[in-house]
């Protein structure tokens, strides 16, 4: 494990970007299909939330937002003062990145074992690791199932069971080969560690349906809950046939589902008295969802990679449709329309968004002892974006945005908060590496 100071880092970074090809396209920048949803303008008002948040004894920002370009389509206004552009905060707390290890290609999510080891997966090669706070890595562990690791596929995200400590059970989601295509699952299997660490009892607990052949926009984030449950993001596959599925509770398409983690479905779910519906429906009517966290209430937060000026901030709730690609605030990657409207009748309106866009993928929200200040912010990686985006959130409103790392040039795939409070990230390159943020 090597120390480095924030410049030092930054030089290293550079030096090693050689062969780090340009940021892919394939995460923000696809030029998509026009869906040609024809939609009406509701016109419906939403209501101006934004005013009450803070109190008395906590100020809230002031002063111009983030420095960012103009916005993709300034034709489209927020739905309530503070949706985008909150004026810019700063952390006073000098910080130290430490490169833990690298040498990764294109990481995508880690997971903390209970003796501070951490799994990390390789997206594109199917690869699960486990890797040691030395920076110590392991051969990749033998018995994962095969990915299609093609575009955005490949072995995303990873969770240790709940009751890891008696059953060994880790959990995965990856770009499933199928016949005809392909599709997000969800597997779970027993960690057997050791010098040569494995897998066994492999089952797959969850299938997005339907099969599609498509290499875009899976999802894939999961996030288990204090009750039990898990909730994981699945994306509408981007080319126009999947696209318009995000709002048919026939597919899982643009859904968040929530699973038992056997795999089966909690009887509580919301779309149960609909016979038609795909049960593990949880939310509908999003576009990618690749970051999700629980706040301090254990309530769901999401972020949403969106079409171009389209990034989103939700907290899905049970039953709600968070209107992809009905309503939203980005266009087409070629500029041309996807929506008519901003707002409709029976459909959520985003915490916040980004126009243009960070392209955003993990988030934690933070609950550690290391930084006060930093104490309930949300931390979101960001790709194009090359940052570590933090949020301030008073009442369920975003009131403050700040741009963490610039200086690092790096896409930030996964933000996942350790055990003792410091944060752990992946860059997204063909040499990824796993930094971790402490106090300098
Ligand atoms: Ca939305």
């Known amino acids: 494990m090597r120390i480095l100071s924030m410049s030092l880092i930054a030089a290293a970074l550079l030096v090693g970007c050689q062969d780090d090809p340009a940021p892919t396209p394939a ?3 696809v030029p ?18 934004g005013t009450d948040a803070g109190t008395p004894e906590d100020p809230l920002p002031s002063g111009p937002p ?49 003796d501070q080891r951490m799994l990390v997966t390789e997206k594109a090669t199917g690869s699960l690791y486990i890797v040691t706070q030395q920076g110590a890595k392991s051969p990749a562990i033998k018995g994962l199932p095969a990915v299609d690791a093609r575009g955005q596929g490949g072995l995303l995200d990873v969770e240790v069971g709940p009751d890891y400590a008696q059953s060994g059970l880790i959990y995965w989601t990856y770009s499933e080969p199928r016949q005809g ?7 779970r299997a027993r960690l057997v560690d050791g010098a040569q660490p494995a897998v066994e009892g492999v089952q797959v607990i969850f299938r997005m349906m339907p099969t599609l052949e498509s290499t875009l926009h899976s999802g894939g984030r999961m996030v288990f809950t204090p009750d039990g449950k898990l909730f994981v993001t699945l994306g ?3 080319i126009l046939e999947g696209r318009v599925q995000a709002q048919d509770v026939k597919s899982h398409f ?5 699973i038992n983690p056997d795999g089966s479905v909690p009887q509580d779910n919301p779309y149960l008295g609909n016979p038609q519906a795909k049960p593990e429906i949880w939310s509908i009517g999003h576009r990618n969802v690749l970051a999700a966290a629980l706040d301090s209430q254990n309530r769901l937060w999401t972020v949403e990679m969106g079409p171009q000026g389209g990034d989103e901030l939700n907290r899905p709730e049970a039953g709600k449709d968070y209107g992809w690609p009905t309503i939203g605030y980005g266009e087409e990657y070629s500029g041309a329309p996807i929506h008519q409207s901003t707002q409709a009748p029976g459909m959520e309106q985003p915490v916040y968004y980004w126009d243009p866009v960070i392209a955003p993928s993990g988030m934690t929200i933070y609950s550690g002892t290391l ?7 949300m931390f979101v990686g960001a790709l194009a974006g090359q940052a570590l985006v933090r949020l301030m959130v008073r009442n369920d409103r975003v009131v ?22 410091a944060l752990y990230l992946l860059t997204d390159a063909t040499n990824g590496k796993v930094l971790k943020v402490t106090p300098k």
């Open 181 to 187: 295509g392909n599709g997000l699952a969800v597997a």
């Open 254 to 258: 643009g859904k968040i589902v929530r």
């Open 400 to 421: 403050g945005e700040e741009h963490l790392l610039k200086n690092l040039n790096a896409r930030i795939r996964e933000v996942v908060q350790g055990p003792e409070g």
């Open 27 to 29: 995460d923000s920048g």
């Open 32 to 49: 998509q299909q026009d869906s040609g949803v024809a939609l009406q303008d509701s016109g419906v008002p939403e209501d101006d939330a």
């Open 371 to 377: 930084f006060p200040e930093w104490k309930d912010d």
């Open 66 to 114: 983030v420095p960012q370009g103009p916005p993709n389509v300034p034709e489209f206004q927020p739905a309530f003062p503070g949706q985008t552009r909150v004026p810019a905060i700063q952390t006073k707390t000098a910080l130290q990145v430490t490169e833990i290890a690298s040498g990764f290609r294109n990481p995508w999510a880690i997971a903390f074992l209970p």
């Open 236 to 238: 509408e596959r981007s």
